[in-house]
């Protein structure tokens, strides 16, 4: 009886490190040895401690560069992008949804240097 207490233990503790939760507004980007591989979420993902991949949450109104026309840089990644305006090389750009496999992106105007 003992032993499966501590099985049981175990199991749950395993199960809380390796869940997480993404609401509908974030995403996980994966990254595997470094190469982009996908989005995941909304809702229950499972990230497995043991495994070579890296992830990075993105949140709608996180901010980053557009490096080329469908790739962004968000904290120090390159990551593929969409962009429904065209927007030149360099400008700063801000994540305002997701679609299957690609972070949308819009124009970032700083509302500090925005005339009134």
Do not use: C
């Amino acid at each position: 009886m003992v032993f499966f207490s501590v099985i049981l233990i175990i199991l749950i503790v395993m199960f809380i490190f390796i869940t997480r939760v993404v609401s509908k507004h974030q995403r996980f980007v994966l990254f595997n040895i470094g190469k982009y591989q996908g989005l995941k979420g909304p809702g229950l993902v499972f990230k497995w401690p043991w495994s070579a991949n890296y992830w990075l949450r993105i949140t709608v109104g996180d901010q980053g560069e557009l490096i080329k026309d469908d790739l962004g840089k968000f904290n120090g990644l390159e990551i593929p992008i969409e962009s429904i305006e065209k927007i030149k090389i360099g400008s700063k750009i801000r994540v305002i949804g997701f679609t299957e496999n690609k972070i949308q992106i819009d124009l970032y105007l700083d509302p500090n240097q925005v005339e009134r």
